[in-house]
């Protein structure tokens, strides 16, 4: 009984390895982890206000937002495709406490329309998709903020310098 208990879940474990690997290559988007110094001065440069609507694009394990909600009482949303990566956002969610809101759906899949602020770091292949989606659904004063990548066709309202001693990458803010 425990073997096939044990059986079961290794397949389940093993069927959503390889899910998510098909992901990442397919996509071409890795689960690249923000470390927790650029979670704090991403949600610094977003200067997060109580009840706003703050959306993460590729959320990952759900860190970013599960510190904005605990630090600031923010209403989060995350979007991953990643099976694997889901599903251990799904985990620290529960472990946390978090009430954060986590999709399994493409973030072009996504209505950004209700975002107040907009969190991403995804890779330079999918700005351009993002900058057309961002136009074309964000309301006036969205703030978006970007780990590492500039998103092309929309101006960076400030860009926070790469500052190597202190372990922070660029992180660009956009206004709509």
Known sequence: MLSTIFLTLFLVFFVLLIATVFVHMFFLVPYVPTRNRVVAKMIEVAKLKPKETVYDLGCGDARLLIAAEKQVKVKTFGFEIAPLVYLLAQLRKIISGSNVKIFFKSLFKANLGKANVIFCYL???VMPGLAKK???????????????????????????????????PTIYLYKI
């Open 123 to 125: 890779i330079p292949s």
């Open 134 to 168: 961002i136009k074309k659904e964000c309301k006036k004063g969205t703030r978006i903020i970007s780990n590492t990548f500039h998103i092309p066709e929309l101006k960076p309202y400030k860009i926070f310098t790469k500052d190597p001693k202190k372990g922070l």
